[in-house]
């Protein structure tokens, strides 16, 4: 029984070549970089140790990687984009209640300060 296994070497070789292609490169090394970020370096850090590790990717691009990774890593987490709010309404995020333009005068109208001109024209027997 002659069973052939060189096809499988070969594409067992493939897998631990290094990728012809630069986001590829990236996504090959991602779990490193994430790390890194994790442990609180800087980007441009990054940028340049993984230029010194031979993969040559300007600043720029792996800025637009970075944000292209984790748009997909987030897509793929289950959670649909979000929804836009609807119009007129913005959530608060601090709060997560819907947007009040006229809040700040609703609070100030609430707390009455403890002196207030009087109402009507002025009287006046009390002026000079």
Do not use: C
């Not at 850090?45 to 984790?70: C, D, F, M, W």
């Not at 959530?91 to 300060?113: G, I, V, Y």
């Amino acid at each position: 029984m002659g069973t052939d296994k060189r096809p499988l070497s070969e594409l067992e070789a493939l897998a631990r070549e290094r990728p012809t292609r630069l986001m590829a490169q990236l996504r090959r090394v991602w779990p490193q970089v994430q790390a890194a970020l994790d442990a609180g370096h800087t980007l441009r850090l990054i940028h340049q140790r993984l230029n010194l590790a031979g993969v040559p990717i300007s600043y720029k691009r792996l800025s637009t990687y970075r944000g292209l990774i984790e748009r997909e890593k987030r897509g793929r987490a289950g959670s649909a984009s979000p929804k836009a709010p609807e119009p007129g309404k913005r959530l608060d995020t601090a709060t997560s209640q819907p947007f009040d333009p006229l809040a700040n005068l609703r609070a100030h109208e609430q707390r009455k300060p403890e002196w207030q001109y009087p109402t009507g024209p002025p009287d006046e027997s009390k002026i000079f």
